[in-house]
C-alpha cells in the first residue's frame, strides 16, 4: 500500500508539472503582436511589444524554475531525502512537536536557500531590464530575513500548536484544529494590515485634500463608513501599483500604492476605491473567509481520516508513523483536490470582480473605472491575449478586455452582470 501511494505522489506532482506547461503553451498561442482595438487610445505600439517581450522572458524563467523544482523534488522521493530527514531529527528529540517543527524547518529553511538565486534573478535581472524593479540589495535581503523570522514565530507556532492538539485530543483533533485555525484566520483578515504589513512597508494615512475629499465624499454618499485610507510605499520595491481593501467592521481599511496615486486621476483612483467598496458592499470578503473556513474544516477532516494510517508515512519512507511525514504525504496526496477547488474558488472570484466593477460603474463611473483599468494594464506589461484555459485554472481576475467589455455593458446600461 505505501509502495501504491509513492507513486500516485510521483504520478500527481509530474501530472501537475505537465499541466501548466500544457496551460503555458495554450497561452502563447494567444499572443499576438496586433495591438487591441481597445486599448489604442493608450498603449502605444513599442509599449506593446515590450508587454510580449516581458511575457515571454516570464514564460521561459517559469519554466525553468519549475522544472528545477520537479527535478528536486523527484530527487527527494526516489533517493529518500524525506526518509532521511526524518531519521536525522529522531536523533535528536522523539518530541512530536520538536520533530515536526525540526523537520519542516529544515525543509523551509533548504527550500528558501534554493529559490533565492532564482529570487533574485526575477528581481534584479528580469523586473530590472523591463523597468519594474525598485528593490535595493539591502531590501532584498532584509524582505528574507524578516520572512524567515515570521515564519518561525507564525508558521511554526501554528504547527506546534496543531500537533499538540493531534497529540492531545485524537478523535477530535480535526474539529478543534479548526476552530484554532478559523479563529487565527479571522484574526488575520482584520488585523492583517495593522500587524504584517508594517513590517514590511511603510503606511500613512492619506493626506487631507481634493482627492480624500472626493472619496470621502462618494464614501458617504454611498452609505459606507470610512475612515481608514492609508497610502503604502509600494514603490520602494516596485513600479507596479495596486490598491486592496482590508479588515472586516470597525477595522476596515482601503489601502492605496503610492504608484497608483502617482499614475492616475483623481477620478479614476475614486473609481478603483469604488470597486474596493463594492467587494465590501457585496460582502466578497466576508464570503472569502468563510469558504477559506470551510475548505480548511474539509481538509482537516481527510487529514485526520488519513492520518490514522501508518502507509501515510511510509509512503515517504518512514519506517513508522509520525505526524509531519503523514502531513508532508497528505499535503502532496491532497495536490489534486487543491486544485479543483481552487477553480472553484477563481470562477467565484472573477464573478466577484465582474460585480465590484458593475458597482463601480454604477454608482460612479463606468468610463473612469475602464480607463483606470487599462492604465494598470499597461503599466504592469499584462497579458491581454490569455487562453480561456489558462484563465480558467489560474485568473482570480477577469482578463482586461473581458471586463473593458463588461464595463461598456454598464455605461450603457445593458450590463448582464448582477448588481
Known sequence: MAQILFYIIVGIIVFDYLLERLLD?????????????????????????????YLRVKQKFSIIVDSFSLVAMLLMLFLGGFAFLDQFVRHYTTNPIL????????????????????????????EEKFGFNKTTVKTFILDKFKGLIIGVLIGGGLLALVVWIYESTGNWFWVIAWIVISGFMIFMSMFYSNVIVPIFNKQVPLEKGELREEIEGFASNVGFRLKNIYVLDGSKRSSKANAYFSGLGAKKRIILFDTLINDHTNKELVAILAHEIGHYKKKHSL????????????????????????????????????????????????????????LFL??????????????AGIKYNASALALALKKLSVNNLS???PHPAYVFFYYSHPPLLQRLKALKGVKEGESTVDS
Open 25 to 53: 503553451y495554450l497561452n502563447t498561442t494567444y499572443w499576438s503582436d496586433t495591438l487591441p482595438v481597445e486599448l489604442e487610445d493608450i498603449y502605444d505600439a513599442e509599449k506593446y511589444k515590450k508587454s510580449q517581450q
Open 346 to 359: 477563481n470562477m467565484l472570484s472573477r464573478k466577484h470582480e465582474y460585480q465590484a466593477d458593475h458597482y
Open 99 to 126: 520533530m515536526s517543527l525540526l523537520f519542516f524547518g529544515i525543509l523551509g529553511l533548504a527550500a528558501d536557500t534554493l529559490s533565492t538565486p532564482f529570487s533574485a534573478y526575477s528581481t534584479f535581472v528580469i
Open 287 to 342: 464570503k472569502g473567509i468563510i469558504l477559506s473556513i470551510v475548505q480548511t474544516g474539509l481538509m482537516l477532516f481527510i487529514l485526520s481520516i488519513f492520518l490514522k494510517s501508518p502507509y501515510l508515512s511510509m509512503a515517504l519512507g518512514a519506517s513508522e508513523k509520525s505526524f509531519h511525514m503523514g502531513l508532508l504525504a497528505f499535503g502532496l496526496l491532497y495536490s489534486p483536490l487543491s486544485l479543483v477547488i481552487g
Open 383 to 385: 497579458n491581454l491575449r
